[in-house]
Nanobody
Framework: QVKLVVSGGGSVQSGGSLTLSCAASGYVYDTWCMAWFRQVPGKGREEVARIDTYGRETYADSVQGRFTISQGNAKKTAYLRMNNLSPEDTAMYFC???????????????WGQGTQVTVSS
């Protein structure tokens, strides 16, 4: 069982920056991915950014160029640096992780708690 502990989040004015972190423990295989998602009430969960142990990164179009995902702590911590935030980025942010399989794909299997990000205009 992989455990994820999320920190960061909070309130910021439009144009500001925040950094989220997600610390994982309990991996039993050597390759995994970590991803950030966000959700607003009444809408589905949106994947924001993803990174895997090969260093491959992907971003949603809505955050490309503003958000950066990175790894630390032997790739067991994922950071999400969010720059130039706008009110449209207001959401509950979640961290997820899973193992890279042979397809290759990396479905989310474990989730951390959410952290609220609120951007005021």
């Amino acid at each position: 069982q992989v455990k994820l502990v999320v920190s960061g989040g909070g309130s910021v004015q439009s144009g500001g920056s925040l950094t989220l972190s997600c610390a994982a423990s309990g991996y039993v295989y050597d390759t995994w991915c970590m991803a950030w998602f966000r959700q607003v009430p009444g809408k589905g969960r949106e994947e924001v950014a993803r990174i895997d142990t090969y260093g491959r990164e992907t971003y949603a179009d809505s955050v490309q160029g503003r958000f950066t995902i990175s790894q630390g702590n032997a790739k067991k911590t994922a950071y999400l640096r969010m720059n130039n935030l706008s009110p449209e980025d207001t959401a509950m942010y979640f961290c997820g992780t899973g193992y890279v399989n042979n397809i290759p794909a990396c479905p989310m299997e474990f989730w951390g708690q959410g952290t609220q990000v609120t951007v005021s205009s």
